[in-house]
């Protein structure tokens, strides 16, 4: 499941340690590894122990790790490099080794030129000037007599370094990152050996890269350190490195083996070289990992140290392979039930999303249509409403201008006109007005005939003009020969329009429907 993006500069720069510790030989998304470090105090161990051991939830790890002792002091320049792990060395070379007799093969992270190297103070850089010039003049004569006598170099270095040499590396030679440095090594040694690239599956990458593959992976590292500088290491790659077993043998898939080789001239295969206390070149040794020893363990299972023949360095590798293989295999179950218990959490989890997704959706449609439904109800309800209060309104204001209608003019007005008028129900209504009335009389006679057919009741119903209220006519009047639409004009009378007379029809301007509700109206009034 998605969760929030960790913030990684909240850590302090111990738990930023054991996250990338956990992390590199885990592989697990730092959502998960965060909680769990958590848990466990942020002691890595413990925490890789619980992962694998896959009992995290059964397991107390806040108790485990209050029990545990707190891990070493490190310095703060070289603490990824995780040189606690590095043999110390007192006097002569010692080995650390665990109670199983292996000797612990440490994470290297090469040390940056700039933090090697300082630069000195101005003023002390004037008072050596002379020593350094002097220095530089005589390294160039030097050179220049090993170029033309090219056996000294290898006669004094045979003088000085004898037997047990240690390593060296050119210090005129241009540092690189990791990746760079390995490119450099595998051009210069296919144009040493003349060989094409990808004869040997050299790792295009820095010790530290290949390290954690290696432990990441259960793969077995095979590290190659050569020395120029010595005889035996043209021999040793001719003879052994590019031999077709050999070959063979690291290419193999079935041996899942890791090649990273490095010369002794470059600074990190330079410092590999000290971590692994090598005295004697060529050398080559199987690192694996080791959970017998601790849940982290990386360990020197095989060494081979100046010229071997090739049959014999495989050999030795095969039956220290076949030492641990049982234990890798066991580490590789446990792997992948881990891993498969995992996919198996991500499947539910899938499938819980998609169903709470599909819920989510019902419920979303459902609101949807119940707000629709809603919607639609309460707009009929305001037409009902509409309706109702006009149908109130029309039915308020035909009483009140019924009231306001004046009576039929009696025979006394001479020039009164007469008007036949044949309603849309078929009934024909006859009835005089005088000249000088406007034609909206005429309208309103017609829109209240109902209520005036009994004067006497029409009287005595007082009705209020309803406020807010515009009536409007839905009929018009029409005479049938010649056809002429009188439509209602504001200031026009009955005399000058119709004349003395006139025979008139009723047109409805709206709908049946309208007309039915019209005739509906009227009867609920009467």
Known sequence: MASAAIDLTSLSEEQQLALQQYTSVTD??????????????????????????????????????ARAPPPPPQAARRAETLMDGIPARSGGTRSRRDGHGLEEAPRVVPTPESQMTQSMPFPFSILLLPFNLTYTIFQRVLGAVGYVFPFLPR???????????????????????????AARFMREFEEEYGVTHGTLPFHEGGYAQAFDIAKRDLKYLLVVLLSPEHDDTALFVRDTLLS????????????????WA???????????????????????????????????AMSKIA???????????????????????????????????????????????????????????????????????EKTEREEREREEQKATAARNLAQWKRWRAQSIPSEP???????????????SGERVIRKFVPGAELEELYAFIECHHLLVDEAEASEKEAEKPQGYKHEYNFRLVSPMPREVYELEKGVRIGGRIGRSGNLIVEKLGSDEDEDEDEDEDEDSQ
Request: glycine share 4%; proline share 5%; aromatic share 4%.
């Open 262 to 296: 490095g010369t002794v001239q470059d600074a990190e295969a330079y410092q590999v070289a000290s971590a692994l206390n090598v005295t004697r070149y060529p050398y080559a040794c199987l690192i694996i990992h080791t959970p017998s020893v601790s849940a982290t």
């Open 303 to 373: 060494t081979s140290t100046g010229p071997v023949a090739a049959q014999e360095l495989i050999t030795k590798m095969q039956t220290a392979m076949r030492e641990r293989s049982q234990e890798l295999d066991r580490v590789r179950g446990q792997r992948q039930e881990h891993q498969a218990s995992r996919s198996l959490r991500q499947e539910q989890e899938t499938a819980y999303e998609r169903s709470l997704a599909a819920d989510r959706e019902k419920a979303r449609k459902r609101k949807e249509d119940e707000a629709m439904k």
């Open 155 to 181: 006669l004094l270095s045979r003088f000085y370094s004898g037997r047990a040499s240690q390593p060296s590396r050119d210090s005129g030679r241009r540092p690189l990152n990791p990746r760079d440095t």
């Open 410 to 424: 009696g025979t006394e007005v001479k020039d009164a006109v007469r008007i036949s008028v044949r309603l849309p």
């Open 28 to 65: 697990q998304e730092l959502h998960s590894a965060v909680p769990l470090l958590q848990k466990c105090q942020w002691n890595a161990q413990i925490a890789i122990t619980r992962f694998f051991d896959g009992d995290a939830d059964v397991v107390d790890p806040v108790a485990e790790a």
């Open 244 to 259: 077709p077993e050999l070959v063979n043998f690291v290419k193999q898939p079935a041996n899942n083996i890791l090649l």
